[in-house]
Antibody, heavy 119, light 109 residues
Framework: QLVEAGGGLVQPGGSLRLSCAAS????????MNWVRQAPGKGLEWVSY????????YYEDSVKGRFTISRDNAKNSLYLQMNSLRAEDTAVYYC??????????????WGQGTLVTVSS | EIVLTQSPATLSLSPGERATLSCRAS??????LAWYQQKPGQALRLLIY???NRATGIPARFSGSGSGTDFTLTISSLEPEDFAVYYC???????????FGGGTKVEIK
């Protein structure tokens, strides 16, 4: 199970920290992603972190503002979001990446947490 | 950057009918393509991975095909619970960036 938390209403320029609690599997074995969906829109990848946390990537529009991290001892994934903009308003999902035989896909998703950036 | 284009944007069908959804990649992705189902208020559900492999627990009425740049998700006979939005997705080899198609909404006619 993946359960996101930490969403809410924040003013432009503000910060939020999202968390994703994992259970039912060995969290430390899996790469993870954050994916977002603006209201009425499609899915947009936000950030990736390797299973150990040593490799991290971001979508261009969030580079320098968002920070992904994980605590494998706590089975948790995080997304620190700073300098938030109206266009960051979205439901944020965490997703587990399953890789086998050179093929990777997001096999398990949380239900999402809504972030609203508005004054 | 690979762009995935899904068509049609909306598919209006009746229960029992066959649904054919398309996903076209701007360049070859081999068979590195997945399909997901999204229903309001629910977590996304993986349907198909590696273009044609059904995920665990996915009914046989769902099938995927294609390789390179053209992919298809087929629902052989629509059940009431299949009316939803469907997304295709690919992951680049390195860096491991995810790209999604714009989605196809399958609605009840």
């Amino acid at each position: 199970q993946l359960v996101e938390a930490g969403g809410g209403l924040v003013q432009p320029g503000g910060s939020l920290r999202l968390s994703c609690a994992a259970s039912g599997f060995t969290f430390s074995n899996y790469e993870m992603n954050w994916v977002r969906q603006a209201p009425g829109k499609g899915l947009e990848w936000v950030s990736y972190i390797s299973s150990s946390g040593s490799m991290i990537y971001y979508e261009d529009s969030v580079k320098g503002r968002f920070t992904i991290s994980r605590d494998n001892a706590k089975n948790s994934l995080y997304l620190q979001m700073n300098s938030l903009r109206a266009e960051d308003t979205a439901v944020y999902y965490c997703a587990r990446e399953y890789c086998a035989n050179g093929v990777c896909y997001s096999d398990f998703w949380g239900q999402g947490t809504l972030v609203t950036v508005s004054s | 950057e690979i762009v995935l284009t899904q068509s049609p944007a909306t598919l209006s069908l009746s229960p029992g009918e066959r649904a054919t959804l398309s996903c076209r990649a701007s360049q070859s992705v081999g068979t590195h393509l997945a399909w997901y189902q999204q229903k309001p208020g629910q977590a996304l559900r993986l349907l198909i991975y590696a273009a044609s492999n059904r995920a665990t627990g996915i009914p046989a009425r769902f099938s995927g095909s294609g390789s390179g740049t053209d992919f298809t998700l087929t629902i052989s006979s629509l059940e009431p619970e299949d009316f939803a939005v469907y997304y295709c997705q690919q992951r680049s080899n390195w860096p491991p960036l995810l790209t999604f198609g714009g989605g196809t909404k399958v609605e009840i006619k």
